[in-house]
């Protein structure tokens, strides 16, 4: 998931000049994303409004500098243990840029450093792909996806869903760790189910699924591990 920010006309007009302009970021305080304005830009855009959501924007980098190889096989743990923005952050994040409803989250490595992938299906019918800083919540990239029949249900679902993303990664987070993904699933079950994957603090790493019509967490197999269990 790759976008960056499309900067208004004066603004690209100013920066051409060889001024700066003043841009609003996301930033994190205490877990909860809050916008801060003031802070100056010279050559790249920290942020993009959902004015500018037609156009494919690509380019920054993670706050968090991090290489996408993990030679143990432990990514999601160091991952998780360098993220500064959780789940539910890096989904508002990404609803400010482009308003509708988040379908995926997705912590991540990439170009290097570390991300936060979401999938939004935005007010306007398209998915939407934005990549965001996991140290600021900063919108890095965005760009919109073509559609393909895999989807065409996804949209109904997430609809009919009284459970959003940011909602199934709280009530995951609050018993199993910090969430590293968070995803829609409608192609494996006879009904759809948010899949959030997780890491506690010992190292162990959890998939669990909860219910988009009650919010009811169960447990599925942890990564490598047995079923950890039935229903909580």
């Known amino acids: 998931m790759k976008r960056h920010l499309v900067i208004a006309t004066a603004a690209a007009a100013a920066l051409v ?3 700066t302009v003043t841009a609003v970021a996301v930033s994190i305080n205490d877990g909860a994303g809050s916008a801060r304005s003031g802070a100056q830009i010279s050559a790249h855009p920290a942020a993009q409004n959902s004015g500018a959501q037609g156009a494919g924007t690509e380019g920054g980098r993670s706050s ?15 991952e998780a243990s360098a993220a500064k923005v959780t789940a539910p952050d890096a989904a508002a994040a990404a609803l400010k840029a482009v308003p509708g409803t988040v379908a995926g989250l997705d912590l991540d490595t990439d170009r290097p450093g570390l991300v936060w992938d979401a999938d939004v299906l935005g007010k306007d019918g398209k998915w939407h792909e ?19 029949d895999d989807s065409r249900q996804l949209p109904a679902d997430l609809k009919a869903a009284k459970t959003d993303a940011s909602a199934a ?19 494996h079950r006879a009904k759809a189910v948010w899949e959030v994957e997780t890491v506690t603090k010992d190292g162990k790493e959890h998939k669990l699924l909860v219910d988009p019509q009650s919010g009811k967490l169960s447990v599925a197999a942890a990564h490598g591990a047995d079923d950890d269990g039935a229903d909580d």
């Open 64 to 78: 968090i500098r991090m290489q996408d190889h993990d030679a143990n096989g432990r990514e999601d743990i160091r």
């Open 17 to 19: 000049a060889g001024g």
């Open 130 to 148: 934005i990549t965001l800083d996991a140290g600021t919540a900063r919108v890095l990239n965005q760009h919109i996806e073509h559609e393909d």
């Open 169 to 187: 990664a709280r009530t995951a987070a609050a018993s199993y760790g910090t969430v590293t993904s968070v995803e829609l699933d409608d192609d």
